[in-house]
């Protein structure tokens, strides 16, 4: 069965490094790993996206193994204002070969003072 | 650039009743999504079109009716709303593969929608 798994909630405090994983057993060979943002009331926001070892931006890390069966998107020095939902979405292959898109269930990140 | 737009941003309904949410993009993609996300859950994907005049199921398109009716607006319909229908509908677009995760999508602000 096509599933994510991502813990449901963290805590960090401002200027610490947050690591957070997401598995997906049965992704589809040709898909990328992208993880979004989300704040209350607001729609999903980009943040990163790779397909495997490390990609990195201006706002977070992503950590891709060869295997490709989990990721983890790492945020340096985080700020309250990274008090977010964070969602990772993966495709996977169904039988027949029709990809459909699969969130996670999204971690709650709650940064402290 | 407005982005993605939605329309209505609430919408209360009782059962039985139908309505259409609609959405628009100015970015000149040819994927649109429509996602549902309940109460402290992740998004579902209902329908997507990969360019004017397609769609497809996505995870959970039981319910809902879609139509691409050009390359800037998707909308999404409720025949008959359920109870088990009140959500939070995000509509997204992007510039790349539909069906895949390979491009970013852009997203609505949502609408709001409680059926009694």
């Known amino acids: 069965l096509a599933k994510t798994t991502q813990p449901i909630s963290m805590d960090s405090y401002e200027g610490q490094e947050v690591n957070i994983t997401c598995s997906h057993n049965n992704i589809a060979t040709n898909d990328y790993i992208t993880w979004y943002q989300q704040f209350p009331s607001q729609g999903p926001r980009f943040i990163i996206q790779?397909?495997?070892t490390k990609v990195t931006n201006e706002v977070a890390s992503l950590f891709i193994p060869a295997d490709r069966k989990s990721s983890t998107l790492s945020l340096p020095r985080v700020s309250l204002s990274d008090t977010a939902v964070y969602y990772c979405l993966v495709g996977f292959s169904l039988m027949g070969g029709y990809n459909k898109l699969i969130f996670g269930a999204g971690t709650r990140l709650a940064v402290h003072p | 650039n407005a982005g993605v737009t939605q329309t209505p941003k609430f919408q209360v309904l009782k059962t039985g009743q139908s309505m259409t949410l609609q959405c628009a993009q100015d970015?000149?993609?040819?994927?649109m999504y429509w996602y549902r996300q309940d109460p402290g859950m992740g998004l579902r994907l209902i329908y997507y079109s990969a360019s004017e005049g397609t769609t497809d199921k996505g995870e959970v398109p039981n319910g809902y009716n879609v139509s691409r009716l050009n390359k800037r607006e998707f909308s999404l319909r409720l025949e008959s709303a359920a109870p088990s229908q009140t959500s939070v509908y995000f509509c997204?677009?992007?510039?790349?593969?539909?069906?895949?995760?390979?491009?970013?999508?852009?997203f609505g602000p949502g609408t709001r929608l409680t059926v009694l």
């Open positions: 970015m000149n993609h040819n994927s």
């Open positions: 997204a677009s992007s510039g790349g593969l539909a069906g895949t995760s390979t491009d970013t999508q852009y």
């Open positions: 790779g397909y495997k």
